[in-house]
């Protein structure tokens, strides 16, 4: 397959359709499709799995700061074995309806805008004809941040919809569709914003595409093949045929397993039910937390329940559209397999993106943390350097510093979720203060939530002007989430400010808005690419899909080449399986294709990537529970622990970890 628009940067979020996603600069992003087989690490166990990923944000106002460059990629790659035609690029007035849109040639770049005024029109339309190949690749780049695709056919019906990804990104959209037909397009842009687009429809042969053949190379920019996506859990090969979304089974026996303190995004729609499953852990009477997030602005309710393997209900949640975590907590016993599916309330209609993470409860570990959000891993130094946008779910909030008065605008009935982490202060106690700068309005109202969705309070700020402050007694080096909407979700504008008033802490220094201090980690947190996000051939460092790999390091890159003064320390590890010899070898030429694909496919400097192999024994991170007896390599192997397990791990080289994992190798 071949990428069609000269000189945008590949380095999307992936849509929810045939490829894998991955991040999308502090962007979570998800998609699957298709199977092939995957490793039980140096098992000679072949498996099927499903792949998630991240996707970029659904229908709501953006999120990250567009106005980053992305990292020059208009230098050919020397590792491409082939070159790709130019593209036309032509001006194509959109229509304003189904009726007036104009037909875009297959393989053409046709080239739009719209401004912050409407001029073009807020809701425009194209349309194109289908030829003999049934898969085709949809690509929406340029400053396109602004809007949201829609795919429709002949007859009105919406197919298929995705917001444009931020930041500069080009929004790739593969789709099986019917040969010889036609099909439309609809854009929309928020009213108050601008967009300057490109556009453009091209067949993917999928038949020219071998795993062997390097990929086609057009403005600098690799591609990969489609479908290459893995089921956790599958026990036999099997086709599928549905890839327009992130699904689960859809049914126990075809349940995908996931693993623990592992995040899934997935998309819920036509009242399809998705089955998933996971295998709790050795330990006795332990609780595990089930948490979602329906990422989907104006949806109804997502519903989740639980089941043993008979068949049997343990209990049912429920995630509106308010955005908050949304927890069930369930006993079970150990070293047991269970099963959830998704579905929406009453079998409703809507297309509702969400996060689920299933959790063991006050689970004791002495081993280091990873996250695989980038945004936690970019942490407060991330957030510092641009401007802080507030999100409409609490998965993607923003993090806001301590001891920093900050101004923000709560309006038409949303909320606004923001995200603090405590300092090292023990027992200490925080005063966050709100002026309601607008008078007229209803009151500001402020909750503040733990990881799990409990509310530990909140307070109201008035149209009266006077400061409203509140106190809570916190832990420390611990992540909060804050609430910000109008009484009784009022539609009123209010603009407010707001401060987090924190102890002392003398082992963290201050910072300001739009500095970062000269020795700040470029990841405060190490970050994770586990087996949901870059996948490897069975024992081997040959990514399953580089498309999907490409994508998932995008951020990675952007953030190594904004500090050109920190280097990085890219570590792999192995799932619980074979030899350590033979694994710490495979983790190290693991470690080693991440970083060729961030110099050969970025531009990240070679002398700034240092790699190590850790294999499973010398692994410092926490990790998965993929034996049934923890650390007995002779015991039943858990395959969705394995998953997790089957990671690379990026931290700053300079960072205590780095340093320790260094000296200890």
């Not at 996971?278 to 979602?292: C, D, K, M, P, Q």
């Not at 957030?383 to 301590?402: H, Q, R, S, V």
């Not at 008035?462 to 609430?483: A, F, I, N, V």
């Not at 970062?516 to 990841?523: H, R």
Request: glycine share 8%; net charge negative.
């Amino acid at each position: 397959m071949k990428r069609t628009i000269n000189g945008l940067l590949l380095t999307a979020a992936l849509s929810t359709a045939l490829m894998l996603g991955g991040c999308q600069s502090s962007d979570v992003v998800k998609t699957v499709a298709g199977t092939t087989t995957v490793e039980n690490e140096n098992s000679a166990e072949e498996s099927t799995t499903e792949t998630e990923t991240s996707e970029a944000r659904e229908s709501e106002e953006p999120e990250t700061d567009s106005e980053k460059e992305s990292p020059d990629t208009t230098e050919e790659s020397p590792e491409s074995t082939a070159e790709a035609p130019s593209q036309e690029e032509i001006e194509l007035e959109a229509g304003a309806n189904m009726d007036e849109a104009p037909e875009i040639p297959l393989e053409t770049v046709i080239l739009g805008q719209v401004d912050s005024r409407g001029n073009g029109g807020w809701i425009l339309w194209y349309t194109f004809t289908t030829g003999d190949t049934s898969t085709y690749e949809i690509a929406l780049g340029k400053d396109s941040e602004n809007l949201t695709l829609y795919l429709i056919d002949i007859k009105g019906n919406e197919l298929y919809s995705q917001k444009a990804n931020s930041g500069g990104f080009t929004t790739f959209i593969d789709v099986e569709l019917e040969p010889s037909t036609k099909y439309y397009l609809r854009l929309t842009t928020e009213n108050w914003k601008g967009a300057d687009y490109s556009l453009s429809i091209s067949p993917i042969d999928a038949d020219a595409i071998s795993a062997d053949a390097a990929a086609a190379v057009i403005a600098g920019k690799n591609t990969a093949d489609t479908g290459n996506a893995i089921s956790f859990g599958a026990t036999e090969k099997s086709t599928v045929t549905d890839t327009t979304d992130i699904r689960g089974g859809t049914n126990m026996n075809d349940a995908v397993l996931l693993p623990l303190e592992t995040r899934l995004y997935g998309t819920y729609k036509n009242s399809e039910a998705m089955w998933f499953a996971f295998t709790t852990t050795s330990t006795e009477n332990a609780t595990y937390r089930l948490t979602a997030v329906n990422k989907t602005k104006g949806s109804k309710k997502l519903y989740a329940a639980v089941y043993n393997e008979n068949g049997d209900r343990l209990g049912d949640w429920t995630a509106d559209e308010g955005g908050g975590f949304s927890t069930k907590d369930f006993k079970l016993d150990p070293n047991t397999v269970y099963y959830f599916y998704v579905n929406g309330k009453d079998n409703h209609k809507d297309t509702i993106n969400y996060m689920l993470i299933i959790r063991e409860a006050d689970k004791p570990t002495t081993a280091y943390q990873t996250t695989d959000s980038f945004s936690e891993a970019r942490g407060l130094s991330g957030a510092l350097e641009g401007t802080i946008y507030p999100a409409f779910n609490a998965d993607d909030a923003a993090l806001l510093p301590l001891n920093l008065q900050f101004s923000g605008k709560v309006q038409d009935a949303s909320n606004s979720w923001f995200a603090f982490t405590t300092n090292s202060a023990e027992n200490a106690t925080y005063s966050f203060s709100a002026v309601n700068m607008s008078t007229g309005t209803k009151n500001l109202i402020i909750g503040i939530y733990d990881q799990y969705g409990t509310r530990i309070g909140d307070w109201s700020a008035g149209q009266d002007g006077k400061t409203s402050t509140k106190e809570y007694r916190l832990d420390p080096l611990t992540t909060y989430y804050l609430l910000f909407h109008c009484k009784d979700w009022g539609s009123d504008t209010i603009n407010y400010t707001f401060i987090i008033n924190a102890p002392e802490d003398e082992t963290l220094e201050a910072v300001t808005i739009g500095e970062t201090t000269e020795d700040a980690l470029v990841f405060e947190t190490p970050f994770e690419l586990n087996e949901t996000q870059v996948m490897f051939v069975k024992n081997e460092a040959a990514f399953i899909n580089e498309a999907a790999a490409k994508a998932a390091v995008a951020p990675v890159a952007e953030a190594i080449l904004a500090h050109p003064d920190h280097s990085i320390l890219i570590a792999g590890t192995t799932a619980t399986d074979g030899s350590h010899e033979s694994c710490l070898e495979l983790s190290n030429h693991r470690a080693e294709a991440v970083k060729n694909l961030l110099v050969a496919e970025y531009g990240v400097p070679e002398s700034q990537i240092q790699t190590i192999g850790l294999g499973y024994a010398v692994d410092p991170f926490e990790r998965g529970q993929d034996r049934e007896i923890a650390g007995d390599i002779t015991s039943k192997f858990i395959e969705s622990e394995g998953a997790k397990n089957r990671r690379v791990v990026i931290m700053d080289l300079e960072s205590a970890i780095a340093q320790e994992i260094l000296a200890a190798n």
